[in-house]
């Protein structure tokens, strides 16, 4: 490439950018004296060539018979002291690359300055945008009407029986018949792929024999990850989104924009830091040299850039529009919205989100707090965001583990969370309501485990949360005992119905619905292995018909998919007819009942025939009407059924989805320890529940 004539090329847009003829290569530095780009043949020789032009901080060329496939990288020219680090010994990532093929190797050689890094880093790989051609119709699944699942492309499929060897922990595995077939019989509307961005893992796991699994640790925000894909990256992630789309199913991805996994300032160089450090991380204004660590990863990106904003809108575009996914859920969202200190819910970030019509139009997901001060963020995101409610998941597991003081706050998350929303115009669907998720106890964990075994880790089992809030139903760990068994299982009931019947949107977690384990490790971030991967084999079909169940029962009644919120919130309205709180005895629930700290038992009532809202053609809706009963406590009660005809339809005491018992209104319906059940008016019965 010495012989290569550069032409000055064009500044937009960064990246590589390819055609017939060659590509167009645009990077941004400020402080950069020159750029290369650097060339790889298939022998790993390098060939360097200077861009040799610079609009303000892009600097630009455009490189004849450069095409599809060359492996590329750059090296930056500069003031290689803090807080610049520019350093032409360290091989950088185009930060738009496409692709990203290897991996990183550790060597000591690769923290040193002045010391070449190109044995021990990944390169880029040049990638022609193809147009989309034949590509079904997006789900465009409206919120009210969507079931989350949290899934790893890895861990999904690499121990199903049912995909071929070759396929399984990628995106084609994942696209499977067998794995979408699993999907749509569970009812799912959208699945929530943990990070596929190009990542890496971090040097202490690396010096511990482990890995990164979840994949918060990003080099590329543009590039699939490779490892799962069998040749093309790009192209087998597309056909994955294509089939789910057949199936009905969006494809939201969770991303990490909140930090790289260039870590501290002790670090790597790998990308953004060699091209210009102060201005893609966040720095301590009294202590130059020190990042600004919100998210416990060593560095903060710093979304207060113009140019590190441009960084995040042109990723989030590229993968709606070229990449053909459906939204996003953002890892510690509330780091992007911290201005000089403080988060700021109308911070720049948020203004170009709001503004840009590609992304403003997709499914919009806040992981609502970050690990700096006042980071907790529940409730606090703009009208377009739904959020992970913490509170709701803290809420449910509260009462289901029998613990005092919770019944109010309970009804508060189960009737969708208006306390938190509903100030600013958001509607139910701002809250994803969900029990568990990656981060976690497994929901078979849940109800066996109190204490958290991390020790595979290496982190001596300080890693991972202390407040799990769990119960393990009387022993810790596996039990043959009868009892012990009946009543984990009853108690995994209890969280999914009391999951898949609130108000708001679920989220269930991959593998849940099987009876996954994690053998009560809390933090399996770095488990790449049979304990963080999904067992089909031994799957619990009994539970997995329960839960379909209760998703179809769920999607079958729009009085539980409420785009509005309920009128008579608890302590609130006495008199609304959308949903009545009682206690076991049949008298309503008042101020004072609902403050009892030794409530156990909690009914309520929806009534199908008071849906305010609309459908989309303005059709009035109905339903028919629900009654819930819960007892989280030890012994049996008795609870009075309100007026009307009803048929007892689910009771997690037997498991049973499809009810038969008629019950009439005054009648009393016996409720085991730590049960739930729900009645339903039957057809043809005067829908309107008849004032008490």
């Keep these: 490439m010495d012989a290569v004539q550069v032409w000055p090329g064009a500044a937009f847009p960064l990246g590589t950018t390819l055609d017939d003829g060659g590509a167009n290569v645009a990077v941004f530095s400020s402080v950069a004296t020159r750029v290369e780009l650097c060339c790889f043949d298939e022998a790993g020789v390098e060939e360097r060539v200077d861009l040799p032009e610079h609009r303000g901080p892009i600097w630009h060329g455009y490189v004849p018979g450069l095409g599809v ?197 002790e670090g790597p160089t790998l990308s953004f830091r060699g091209f210009d450090d102060a201005a893609y991380y966040r720095r301590d204004p009294a202590h130059p040299d020190r990042y600004v660590d919100y998210t416990g990863c060593g560095n903060s990106l710093n979304a207060r850039d113009p140019h590190v904003l441009q960084l995040l809108m042109d990723s989030l575009r590229y993968w709606v529009v070229e990449m053909g996914v459906d939204g996003f859920r953002f890892d510690l969202a509330a780091a992007l919205a911290r201005g000089l200190h403080e988060v700021d819910r109308l911070s720049a970030f948020f203004d170009l989100i709001q503004q840009d019509p590609v992304v403003s139009a997709v499914k919009l997901i806040a992981e ?41 706050e309970f009804a508060e998350r189960v009737s969708g969370s208006a306390d938190l929303y509903a100030d600013d115009g958001r509607h139910p669907s701002a809250s994803i309501n969900f029990v568990t998720c990656h981060d976690g106890f497994t929901l078979a964990d849940l109800v066996t485990y109190e204490q958290k075994r991390n020790h595979a880790n290496g982190e001596s089992n300080h890693d991972g949360n202390n407040d799990n809030r769990g119960w393990n139903c009387g022993v810790e760990g596996p039990s043959d005992a009868p009892e012990v068994v009946a009543l984990r299982a009853r108690q995994r009931r209890n969280l999914l119905l009391t999951l898949l019947t609130s108000q708001g949107v679920p989220m269930l977690s991959g593998g849940d619905e099987i009876g996954r384990t994690q053998q009560g490790m809390n933090n399996a971030y770095a488990q790449d292995n049979e304990l963080s991967w999904l067992d089909w084999e031994h799957a619990d079909e009994e539970f997995l018909a329960f839960v379909r169940g209760v998703v179809a029962f769920r999607s079958a009644h729009p009085v539980l998919r409420r785009r509005r919120f309920l009128q008579g919130r608890p302590t609130g309205r006495a008199d609304a007819d959308d949903v009545r709180w009682y206690r ?52 049996e009660v008795s609870v009075v059924v309100p007026p009307g005809s009803w048929v007892l339809e689910i009771d997690t005491w037997t498991g049973s989805t499809s009810g038969t018992a008629a019950v009439r209104g005054g009648d009393r319906v016996h409720l085991g320890p730590h049960s739930m059940c729900v009645l339903v008016d039957p057809p043809g019965e005067r829908r309107r529940i008849p004032r008490d």
Aim: proline share 9%; glycine share 10%; charged share 20%.
């Design 69 to 265: 496939g060359t492996r590329y990288g750059f090296r930056v020219h500069g003031n290689g002291d803090r807080p610049h680090r520019c350093d032409p010994a360290k091989l950088l990532v185009d930060p738009y690359a496409r692709r990203i093929s290897g991996d990183v190797r550790y060597e000591s050689g690769l923290f040193r300055p002045g010391v070449d890094s190109a044995p021990w880093v990944p390169r880029s790989v040049a990638v022609r945008s193809e147009p989309a051609g034949d590509e079904p119709p997006r789900p465009n699944r409206p919120w009210h009407e969507t079931v989350l699942y949290e899934a790893h492309v890895r861990g999904m499929t690499i121990r199903h029986p049912g995909v071929p060897p070759e396929l399984r922990g990628t995106y084609l595995g994942l696209a499977h018949p067998e794995v979408v077939d699993h999907l749509v019989r569970l009812g799912v509307t959208a699945v929530e792929l943990m990070p596929v961005h190009a990542f890496v893992s971090e040097p202490a796991l690396v010096a511990r024999g482990l890995r990164n699994y979840w994949g918060y640790n990003t080099l590329g925000y543009f590039a699939p990850h490779e490892a799962y894909a069998l040749a093309d990256p790009v192209a087998e992630f597309r056909s994955m989104v294509r089939e789910l789309h057949r199936a009905g199913i969006e494809v939201i991805l969770d991303v990490v924009y909140n930090h790289t996994a260039e870590g501290s300032p």
């Design 368 to 408: 609502p707090w970050d690990l700096g001060a006042g980071g907790y963020q529940v409730g606090n995101f703009p009208f377009l965001w739904s959020e992970w409610n913490g509170r709701y998941r803290d809420a449910v597991r509260t009462v289901w583990a029998g613990r005092a003081a919770g019944m109010a």
């Design 584 to 635: 076991a005895d049949g008298t309503p629930m008042t101020s004072s009942t609902w403050q009892e700290p030794d409530r156990r038992v909690l009914c309520w009532r929806l009534d199908g025939d008071a849906i305010a809202e609309p459908d989309a053609a303005g059709n009035h809706v109905s339903d028919r009407s629900l009654f819930f009963a819960v007892n989280s406590g030890t012994t």
